[in-house]
């Protein structure tokens, strides 16, 4: 399985951008989700789909101001940014558990990492 992830870039504060992971390979019972990471922080997860019934997860901070969706047929989860704060400025990265079923809870059992894109908010 491999991820790319694509999308970032430099936005004013309360804009709104949307970010696009591209997979390949069988990830149809497999966890995609977002991750970011800024400088000297440890990475935390923002948002999920679930292989085993697409139900998604996001962090509290981003909750009503994120979606994510899963489109099967292009192989792409996307993650709508709206609202956006300085605070959401970082490496945005997706990744896949693949766990068969897997499910939006342990975050340390994603592996398969696509590149990061950087999400730069200015205030």
């Known amino acids: 399985v491999q991820l790319q992830a694509s999308g970032g870039g430099l936005v004013q504060a309360g804009e709104s951008l949307k970010l696009s992971c591209v997979w390949s390979?069988?990830?149809?019972?497999?966890?995609i989700a977002w991750f970011r990471q800024t400088p000297g922080k440890v990475r935390e997860a923002v948002s999920c789909?679930?292989?085993?019934?697409?139900?998604?997860w996001h962090t509290d901070s981003v909750k009503g101001r994120f979606n994510i969706v899963r489109d099967d047929v292009k192989n792409t989860v996307y993650l709508q940014m709206n609202r956006l704060k300085s605070e959401d400025t970082a490496v945005y990265y997706c990744?896949?558990?693949?766990?068969?079923?897997?499910?939006?809870?342990?975050?340390?059992?994603?592996?398969?990492w696509g590149q990061g894109t950087q999400v730069t908010v200015s205030s």
């Open positions: 990744a896949a558990d693949l766990g068969y079923k897997s499910e939006c809870r342990l975050f340390t059992l994603f592996t398969e």
């Open positions: 789909v679930s292989g085993a019934d697409r139900t998604t």
């Open positions: 390979g069988n990830v149809d019972y497999h966890s």
